[in-house]
């Protein structure tokens, strides 16, 4: 900025100096012309009177008179431009002297003029040529000072014009080797800061601890602490993801895509019982049990070519020759070219799967049916079919008759919700009657309505839609056998079937105790019952609702519960058409 500011001063001087040049040679050519133009009117003067002396012609005087008077003021006008080109006092002094002698001859020839006068004229035509010489003389020699100011204007012209460039000349020589020196200083320390930088950068992405410390006060340290502070954090991330992995009780892995295992944590030595280097390099195959090697290969294969998690299971042999159930995660990159998996051993979880389906077995078979003969025998003896009982006979048969339907019914229900957990649970849909499902409900449910004298209303609409009408059965049972639990003797319970926005909407509603807001957000769970349910003892260990909520939301719909403690009990459940 100082050289630019110097060049713009100089620069402004010189052109200044240029200027006045410039000037001063327009006043000497304009002096010059104007004295060009005095010393042609004088001439014009001479001859006018000297064809005036020889033709006596009136034309001429008046020319004669209108010339004087021009030059006159001709010499007034050029008295004040040749103030600049007077040399010294004598030159003034005699420039004065021949304008006054002018100012007399011009007065002379206007007298003899008029005085018709020869002798008067001819006096007055030596006076106007006597000033004509004399202003040859006095103009002749500020001519000269003129032509010498005017080459010294030139030369100036010229020095100016010189300087100008020589600055300019200069400024660049002086911008050039400021740029070099910037430049050499910027390669000294901005560009090795850069590169210091930089150097920083490639080390954060190689997890490696940071080389170099920028300091100062600019941009670029403000950076490289950003850079170190993000730096920090990840070598803290990494240090967790670290005791994270290397800590897992779960197998962490990574196989190329052929899957042969590129890394893996320490818990595949806990649970494998084989040292990393044993392991690393190796395919999975070689570890899984010969009768799955097969179907794992084409597993590892899918998951190359797929997209997103890919789920599986496989036994994996162990150094003692043990089997360990694993389950895979793997999620394939295609930027890496490698399969990431998270394997989970699920061996007690499949222990528990086997004798779970043998305990559900054990109780379909060897605990319902004999359950099942047992409550037709009771259901004989207490309809007389073989012989009267004694009342007392008969009272504890029908005690035992409602335990045992109980836990008939409680057995039904926890196989039903074994089924719904289960892959294999499917609905029978069909198209079915909504009034043919309340009517069944009803019927079956009516015998323990009696007992109570509860009067069941039903309000149904006439329409049919697509569903497993033996479930949708159950539900209802399971809702009417509640709402008869709970509800007072010689009661009333509706019964409402309708299609409302193209679902079958069912609801049973009841005049009991009711529900309260916070007990409702859980009714539906397993083994839950009500605070009212368990001071009443009522039977049951809350696996009914559950079995109707599964159901419901099996056939795509969904149920719920509308009650206010002391004004009874709605369950609504909607299902789809």
């Given at each position: 900025m100082v050289v630019q500011i110097v060049l713009v001063y100089l620069l402004a001087t010189s052109i200044k100096q240029l200027e006045e040049c410039y000037n001063g040679e327009a006043r000497a050519a304009d002096y010059l012309d104007e004295n060009v133009r005095f010393l042609a009117q004088l001439i014009s003067c001479a001859g006018v009177q000297a064809m005036y002396q020889v033709s006596r012609d009136p034309k001429y005087e008046a020319s004669y008179r209108n010339k004087v008077q021009a030059a006159t003021l001709q010499s007034e006008l050029l008295r004040s431009k040749a103030a600049p080109f007077i040399g010294d006092k004598n030159e003034s002094k005699a420039l004065e002297d021949l304008f006054f002698s002018l100012k007399q001859a011009s007065g002379r020839a206007s007298q003899a003029a008029q005085s018709q006068d020869q002798i008067d004229q001819a006096v007055a035509f030596m006076e106007l040529r006597g000033v004509l010489n004399k202003v040859n003389g006095v103009t002749g020699d500020i001519m000269k000072r003129l032509a010498d100011a005017r080459r010294n204007i030139a030369l100036s012209k010229l020095e100016t014009q010189a300087r100008i460039y020589g600055i300019i000349y200069a400024t660049i020589a002086a911008n050039i080797t400021i740029l070099i020196l910037f430049i050499l200083r910027f390669d000294r320390t901005t560009s090795e800061r850069f590169a210091h930088l930089t150097e920083n950068v490639m080390s954060l992405g190689a997890n490696q601890p940071l080389k170099h410390n920028i300091q100062g006060k600019d941009d670029i340290v403000e950076l490289d602490r950003v850079i170190h502070r993000v730096s920090n954090v990840l070598r803290d991330s990494r240090l967790k993801e670290q005791a994270i992995v290397e800590q897992a009780v779960d197998v962490i892995c990574a196989l190329d895509e052929k899957g042969k295992f590129q890394q893996v944590n320490p818990a595949a030595q806990?649970?494998?019982?084989?040292?990393?280097?044993?392991?690393?390099?190796?395919s999975l195959l070689s570890f899984v049990a010969p009768d799955e090697k097969a179907r794992v290969e084409r597993t590892i294969s899918q998951v190359v070519s797929s997209e997103g998690i890919t789920t599986f299971e496989t036994n994996v042999v162990t150094r003692d020759q043990q089997l360990v159930e694993m389950q895979w995660n793997t999620f394939f990159s295609q930027e890496m070219k490698q399969i990431y998996c998270v394997a989970h051993d699920v061996t007690e979880r499949k222990k528990l799967e086997r004798m779970k389906a043998q305990l559900v077995e054990m109780i379909s078979h060897d605990l319902r049916s004999p359950m099942s003969a047992l409550q037709i025998t009771l259901n004989i003896l207490s309809s007389g079919s073989i012989g009267d009982l004694p009342d007392a006979a008969k009272m504890r048969i029908d005690r035992a008759e409602?335990?045992?339907?109980?836990?008939?019914?409680?057995?039904?229900d926890f196989l039903e919700l074994e089924k719904i957990d289960s892959t294999a649970y499917q609905l029978d849909k069909a198209e079915t009657d909504a009034r043919d499902i309340v009517e069944l409900s009803c019927s079956l449910i009516g015998e323990l309505a009696n007992k109570k004298s509860i009067e069941i209303i039903t309000d149904t609409e006439n329409f049919s839609f697509s569903a497993d009408k033996a479930r949708l059965v159950r539900v209802l049972t399971n809702l009417l056998s509640n709402a008869i639990k709970f509800s007072p003797e010689t009661s009333k319970i509706n019964v409402v079937a309708a299609k409302r926005e193209n679902s079958a909407v069912f609801e049973v509603s009841?005049?009991?105790?009711?529900?309260?807001?916070?007990?409702?957000?859980t009714l539906f769970e397993r083994f839950r019952q009500t605070s009212t349910g368990r001071k009443q003892s009522k039977g049951g260990v809350g696996l009914g609702l559950s079995v109707c909520k599964a159901i419901v939301e099996a056939h795509g719909g969904r149920i719920w519960v509308e009650s206010e403690p002391g004004k009874g009990t709605k369950f609504v459940a909607s299902i789809p058409c």
């Open positions: 806990r649970l494998w019982k084989f040292e990393s280097d044993e392991i690393l390099g190796k409602l335990s045992l339907t109980q836990m008939v019914d409680l057995l039904d009841d005049q009991g105790p009711g529900i309260a807001l916070d007990e409702q957000e």
